[in-house]
């Protein structure tokens, strides 16, 4: 598979939908509730696809695995399940307040749009630290491979292992160790992505690369192809958007939601195989980028009167208003995040139950449409 295969327009689309500037003006307020729609559909298909995998269970699995879905079911049935959203009519802006997250942002695009937002915004304001302390310095970007296979356990760890072998050489390096064209490489981040479009599983990386001196990608090339025996396929490029940096971060991290592109089968063969890893990586000036992924909320503007609106989803149609109130009406604003406690009390086994049944339906509906690279099945 060549590099210029793994260009998702889509993902990188809805990754800057939720970043851009302004993301936050009332009259976007539908076309984000659309987004976040779309992202729960998808999930509920995906939640179709874990239910299969408890039910049909055999000897040779991995029971671990089968208690930990069983365990994961009910909390992506409730994600985004609720919503709700604080207006600040005195600027026009609105923000994201409330909501119960799954946090299994390979299997659910709504956390996965939500933490890809985080981590644009987090190490795009670290990246304009490095341009104002560092003069001189240059911002690329770097995808590179790895030969496809059949087993993706084994195909990612070759390539995990492969990139920790080139970190090495640059650290040797700079200790006068080692020579390596990756030595003038500053500080980097980068993330992990797995394509599978039917030559078996492809890992692959997305780096951006912070340096000084120009990098020469036929020796970076050679140096690849003698680390892992099998592959001399990378592409290094200037950032695309020097005045804008954020919108190149947006090809970093889009990792998660490019997982929209499987089907729902092979997206649950990776999550079981990368749950768990660490699939975003830095060094150098990017090193201790501090990104709080337990918080996935807008933040508050503190001290502005809004409007709380709460948004229920229902299949087929989308978020619909629910009530309104005045934060002259909440007598205490810490308490205006979703009742986690009133949701949690329910019977979980009934509602998961409901909520599987939904997104079987979702999924008979959608199952002889070709995946298109977006967050549902072509209509």
């Given at each position: 598979?060549?590099i210029s295969e793994m260009k998702n327009p889509e993902s990188v689309g809805i990754l800057?939908?939720?970043?851009?500037?302004?993301?936050?003006?009332?009259?976007?307020?539908?076309?984000?509730?659309?987004?976040?729609?779309?992202?729960?559909?998808?999930?509920?298909?995906?939640?179709?696809?874990?239910?299969?995998?408890?039910?049909?269970?055999?000897?040779?699995?991995?029971?671990?695995?089968?208690?930990?879905?069983?365990?994961?079911?009910?909390?992506?049935?409730?994600?985004?399940?609720?919503?709700?959203?604080?207006?600040?009519?005195?600027?026009?802006?609105?923000?994201?307040?409330?909501?119960?997250?799954?946090?299994?942002?390979?299997?659910?695009?709504?956390?996965?749009?939500?933490?890809?937002?985080?981590?644009?915004?987090?190490?795009?304001?670290?990246?304009?630290?490095?341009?104002?302390?560092?003069?001189?310095?240059?911002?690329?970007?770097?995808?590179?491979?790895?030969?496809?296979?059949?087993?993706?356990?084994?195909?990612?760890?070759?390539?995990?292992?492969?990139?920790?072998?080139?970190?090495?050489?640059?650290?040797?390096?700079?200790?006068?160790?080692?020579?390596?064209?990756?030595?003038?490489?500053?500080?980097?981040?980068?993330t992990f992505e797995v394509t599978n479009k039917g030559n078996g599983w492809h890992p692959?990386?997305?780096?951006?690369?912070?340096?000084?001196?120009?990098?020469?990608?036929?020796?970076?090339?050679?140096?690849?192809?003698?680390?892992?025996?099998?592959?001399?396929?990378?592409?290094?490029?200037?950032?695309?958007?020097?005045?804008?940096?954020?919108?190149?971060?947006?090809?970093?991290?889009?990792?998660?939601?490019?997982?929209?592109?499987?089907?729902?089968?092979?997206?649950?063969?990776?999550?079981?195989?990368?749950?768990?890893?660490?699939?975003?990586?830095?060094?150098?000036?990017?090193?201790?980028?501090?990104?709080?992924?337990?918080?996935?909320?807008?933040?508050?503007?503190?001290?502005?009167?809004?409007?709380?609106?709460?948004?229920?989803?229902?299949?087929?149609?989308?978020?619909?208003?629910?009530?309104?109130?005045?934060?002259?009406?909440?007598?205490?604003?810490?308490?205006?995040?979703?009742?986690?406690?009133?949701?949690?009390?329910?019977?979980?086994?009934?509602?998961?139950?409901?909520?599987?049944?939904?997104?079987?339906?979702?999924?008979?509906?959608?199952?002889?449409?070709?995946?298109?690279?977006?967050?549902?099945?072509?209509?």
């Amino acid at each position: 598979m060549g590099i210029s295969e793994m260009k998702n327009p889509e993902s990188v689309g809805i990754l800057a939908d939720e970043t851009e500037t302004g993301f936050d003006e009332l009259a976007k307020l539908p076309a984000r509730l659309e987004r976040y729609s779309n992202a729960k559909e998808r999930a509920l298909i995906n939640l179709s696809q874990v239910q299969e995998k408890i039910n049909h269970f055999s000897d040779s699995d991995d029971f671990a695995f089968k208690n930990h879905l069983i365990g994961l079911a009910p909390k992506i049935a409730q994600c985004g399940d609720y919503l709700r959203f604080r207006e600040y009519y005195t600027v026009n802006k609105v923000r994201l307040a409330g909501a119960y997250f799954c946090k299994a942002h390979l299997l659910c695009p709504f956390c996965a749009i939500r933490r890809g937002s985080k981590l644009v915004e987090e190490y795009s304001k670290r990246h304009a630290q490095i341009l104002t302390e560092i003069k001189g310095v240059k911002t690329s970007m770097l995808t590179i491979t790895i030969k496809n296979g059949v087993e993706l356990a084994e195909r990612q760890n070759h390539l995990q292992k492969s990139l920790q072998k080139l970190f090495a050489h640059r650290r040797n390096s700079k200790r006068g160790k080692s020579n390596t064209e990756f030595s003038k490489v500053i500080g980097l981040v980068g993330t992990f992505e797995v394509t599978n479009k039917g030559n078996g599983w492809h890992p692959h990386a997305h780096i951006m690369l912070v340096h000084r001196e120009y990098i020469r990608a036929e020796k970076l090339k050679e140096e690849w192809k003698k680390i892992t025996g099998d592959s001399e396929v990378l592409r290094i490029d200037p950032a695309k958007h020097p005045k804008d940096p954020a919108q190149d971060f947006l090809e970093i991290f889009k990792y998660a939601l490019k997982f929209g592109d499987l089907t729902p089968e092979l997206n649950l063969q990776a999550y079981e195989v990368l749950r768990g890893k660490r699939l975003v990586f830095s060094a150098g000036e990017f090193r201790n980028v501090k990104v709080n992924e337990d918080d996935l909320f807008d933040t508050p503007l503190d001290e502005l009167p809004f409007f709380e609106h709460l948004y229920k989803f229902y299949s087929g149609s989308g978020y619909s208003l629910q009530k309104s109130q005045h934060s002259d009406e909440i007598p205490d604003r810490k308490t205006a995040k979703i009742d986690q406690k009133r949701v949690n009390q329910r019977d979980l086994d009934q509602w998961c139950g409901h909520m599987v049944k939904v997104s079987k339906k979702l999924r008979e509906q959608h199952k002889k449409d070709a995946w298109n690279g977006q967050l549902r099945p072509k209509l």
